[in-house]
C-alpha cells in the first residue's frame, strides 16, 4: 500500500518535468506531420491541406533521393569502418597501458576540434594541388593523386573519411572505458593457459565489448543522419552539382533558400520514420541475440 502511494507521488513530482519535455520534443514532431500535409503560401500567408501530395512529389525529387542515397553510402562506409578501427586502436591502447595517456591524448584530439576548424584544414589540405597530392607525387604515389573534393564520384567517399578521422577519438575512448573493466585475474588466467593475443581478443575483449558496440553502432547511424550537414556545409556545400547533398543540407536547403517549409517537412517525416524503423529492428535483433546468449 504504501509503495503504490509512493509511486504516485513520484508521479506528480515529476509530473511538470514530464509535461514540459512531453511539449519541448513530441510538439515539433506533431508539428513536423502536420506540415507534410499543407502546402505553404508565404506570401498570402495561408495554408491549404493537399494530403499525401508532398510525399508523391518528394519521392520522385532526384535531388532527395541521392541525399538519401548519400546518407546510406556514408553508413555503410563510416560504420564499419568507425567501429572496427575504434575496437583495434582500443584494444592496442589497453595492451601498451604504459604510454596510455599520450596516445589517448593523440587519438582523441582531432575529437575535440570544432567541425569549422577541421573542414577548413581539410578542404585547404584536400585541394587538387593541395599539401596531400604534393605528398603523393613526392613518394611516387603521383597516380594516387585526385581532386578529392570537387571529383563528384569520391567527394561524399571524401566526406566519410574526414568523419572517420574526426569521430575516431570518441569511440576509442568509449571502448577503452570498457575495457579496463576487465578482470585483470581474467586475463591474467589467459596468458597461463598460453593463450595468444587473437586469442584474447576474440575470447575476451569482443565479447565484454559486445553491448557497447552495439550501443556505439546505433549512435553512429543515427548521427550520420542528424550531423553530417555540419560538415557538409563546411566542406562543400553539397558540391560538386548535388553529389554530396545529405539528408540534413536538403531539408536546409529547400527551407532556407526555397521557402518550401511543407515539402522539406514531408522531407524530414520520412526520414524520421525511416530512422525509428531501424533503430526499432535494431532493438528487436538485440533483445534476439540477447535472449540466444541466455539460452546456451
Known amino acids: 500500500m504504501k509503495k503504490t502511494e509512493l509511486n504516485k507521488g513520484q508521479i506528480y513530482f ?13 510538439f515539433p514532431i506533431v508539428n513536423l506531420f ?17 494530403g499525401l501530395q508532398n510525399y508523391s512529389t518528394i519521392l520522385k525529387d532526384s535531388v532527395f533521393i541521392k541525399s538519401v542515397r548519400n546518407n546510406l553510402i556514408l553508413i555503410v562506409m563510416v560504420v564499419p569502418i568507425l567501429t572496427t578501427l575504434c575496437v583495434l586502436f582500443a584494444v592496442l591502447l589497453f595492451d601498451c597501458r604504459r604510454d596510455l595517456k599520450f596516445f589517448q591524448i593523440t587519438i582523441f584530439l582531432p575529437y575535440i576540434l570544432s567541425i569549422t576548424v577541421v ?6 589540405l584536400l585541394q587538387i594541388n593541395g599539401p596531400i597530392n604534393d605528398m603523393l ?34 569511440g576509442t575512448t568509449l571502448f577503452l572505458a570498457s575495457l579496463l573493466g576487465i578482470s585483470s585475474e581474467l586475463i591474467d588466467a589467459a596468458d597461463i593457459d598460453g593463450a ?85 529492428f535494431q532493438m528487436r535483433s538485440r533483445a534476439g541475440l540477447d535472449e540466444e546468449r541466455d539460452i546456451w
Not at 16 to 25: D, V, Y
Not at 119 to 124: A, C, S
Not at 153 to 163: E, K, M, S
Open 119 to 124: 573542414g577548413i584544414l581539410f578542404t585547404i
Open 137 to 170: 607525387k613526392l613518394v611516387g604515389l603521383g597516380f594516387l593523386a585526385s581532386d578529392w573534393l570537387g571529383n563528384p564520384r569520391i567527394a561524399i567517399l571524401t566526406v566519410g573519411a574526414i568523419i572517420i578521422w574526426k569521430e575516431l577519438g570518441f
Open 34 to 50: 502536420r506540415l507534410s500535409f499543407l502546402d505553404l503560401n508565404i506570401e498570402a500567408r495561408t495554408t491549404s491541406f493537399i
Open 196 to 280: 595468444n593475443w587473437w586469442k584474447k581478443v576474440v575470447s575476451i575483449y569482443i565479447p565484454h565489448l559486445h553491448g557497447i558496440i552495439f550501443f556505439y553502432i546505433t549512435l553512429t547511424i543515427i548521427n550520420l543522419f542528424s550531423w553530417v550537414f555540419n560538415y557538409i556545409y563546411v566542406i562543400t556545400r553539397g558540391g560538386p552539382g548535388n553529389s554530396t547533398y545529405v539528408f540534413e543540407f536538403f531539408v536546409y536547403n529547400r527551407v532556407f533558400w526555397y521557402n518550401k517549409i511543407t515539402y522539406a517537412s514531408s522531407a524530414a517525416v520520412l526520414v524520421f520514420v525511416s530512422l525509428i524503423s531501424v533503430i526499432y
Open 14 to 26: 515529476f509530473l511538470p518535468a514530464i509535461i514540459i519535455i512531453s511539449f519541448i520534443f513530441l
